[in-house]
């Protein structure tokens, strides 16, 4: 029974892992070289209100970015790092913002966190299958 799942799970997690990386990169070239002005200038997130986008670390600029995505995808959450997100960018509402401006922040960070998520499965496939 473990040998089945093995065989079927390494090559899906793989391969999910794969896409992940290919999106998040695809995602990423589009958001930075050519949507990040019209990004900021949509999202306008409190920051920039006090510093250029030019004058942050690359820490600060992704955590901006984060919060652009939490917004947007957990538009009604209050808990723990989305519910600051949601309270910082509380003048955006998610239903009115353009496809255009979505698709590569979400891309970027979705194919970020389901990456980790299908690297640790791909590792714990791995592990087992060493196990066995």
Not at 14 to 28: H, I, P, Y
Request: net charge positive; aromatic share 14%.
């Amino acid at each position: 029974m473990l040998t089945t799942i093995i065989l079927y799970g390494l090559p899906l997690s793989f391969t999910l892992l794969a896409t992940c990386a290919l999106t998040c990169v695809v995602s990423g070239l589009v958001l930075f070289l050519f949507r990040l002005r019209v990004t900021n200038q949509t999202l306008r997130h409190p920051y920039l209100d006090k510093q250029p986008w030019e004058r942050f670390p690359f820490t600060i600029k992704a955590t901006i970015l984060l919060d652009y995505f939490l917004r947007l995808s957990f538009p009604r959450s209050k808990f723990w790092v989305m519910g600051e997100a949601n309270r910082l960018l509380a003048h955006v509402e998610p239903a009115d913002i353009s496809g255009r401006i979505k698709w590569p922040l979400i891309g970027f960070w979705g194919g970020c966190f389901l990456g980790l998520a299908a690297m640790l499965a791909l590792w714990g496939l791995i592990l087992l299958s060493m196990a066995v």
